[in-house]
């Protein structure tokens, strides 16, 4: 039987692309699995803000594998855990993370290659990150455990100057390192999508925004994955305070039950 890791990777191999969504507790994961998604992420700023916390690493990482090990224990299709910078400052550190996932039966994670320093977000150098890849994955075949590496590119999310050039080199580093996927959150324009995909042979995932291209444009492009990131969580969570705005106004439970 294949494993998780194993289910995951096809996912971004066949001709057809996969929307990846984006659970923050085991009920919201039962609830996507339910609906026959084919995987489940997690979003760390959902985890985070419904556990009380700021995105950003703001959240202990062990109050995140807790919500990680409840997931696991009530859902069957794989799981990849948005893992922001890893939740470590040096490539040790962040491998005992990975290591402590990929022993859980996570699939995958998501590692962002900016950080956050005192006046805001920035891109880390790329060959430094790249080594950062290349360190996981050999550590991981070491011992012989399996995790997809997707890369958060933060070049869009972070609008930089030159943007497809920038997110091309990065790409063929992060390719080179061993990563097994790239994440390209906030791109949106087709022209750039289109440069991204013929830059790399990595699956290329995009992040759901409002003016992010129709599915079958993105398959079309060459993407291989949409994920959801937190919106969903948002708009559950803007359903809720619209649900109790009414109940205070009418005066009544009515709305509760409407």
């Known amino acids: ?9 096809q ?12 659970a923050w507790n085991a009920k919201s994961a039962q609830i996507l699995e339910k609906e026959n998604y084919a995987a489940i992420a997690t979003s760390s700023a959902a985890v985070a803000n419904a556990l009380g916390y700021q995105d950003g690493e703001d959240m202990p990482f062990e109050d995140y594998l807790f919500i990680i090990k409840r997931i696991l224990a009530v859902v069957k299709i794989p799981l990849t855990i948005d893992m922001e910078m890893g939740y470590g400052k040096t490539n040790e550190e962040i491998y005992a ?6 022993k859980l039966g996570v699939a995958g994670i998501n590692l962002e290659d900016s950080t956050i320093i005192p006046t805001g977000r920035t891109l880390k150098d790329a060959s430094t990150f790249a080594q950062t890849i290349a ?10 455990l399996e995790l997809f590496i997707n890369v958060r590119c ?3 999310i972070l609008n930089i100057a030159n943007k497809q050039q920038e997110t091309a080199k990065r790409l ?40 992010l291209p129709h599915l079958d444009t993105l398959q079309n ?21 619209t649900l109790a705005k009414a109940i205070t106004a009418a005066n009544e439970l009515t709305p509760l039950f409407a």
């Open 1 to 9: 039987m294949a494993t998780a890791f194993q289910q995951f990777k």
């Open 11 to 22: 996912l971004h191999q066949s001709g057809s692309l996969f929307v990846l969504p984006n």
């Open 97 to 102: 993370n990975c290591r402590t996932l990929a």
């Open 135 to 144: 360190f996981i994955k050999t550590k991981l075949a070491a011992e012989q």
């Open 154 to 156: 933060d070049t869009y």
């Open 172 to 211: 063929s580093l992060y390719e080179t390192a061993g990563a097994d996927g790239i994440f390209l959150p906030l791109i949106s324009e087709p022209a750039d999508i289109q440069a991204a995909v013929k830059h790399t042979k990595l699956p290329i995932n995009v992040m759901s925004i409002p003016n």
């Open 221 to 241: 492009l060459g993407v291989k994955r949409v994920s959801l990131g937190p919106f969903l969580f948002n708009k559950v969570y803007d359903n809720i305070a």
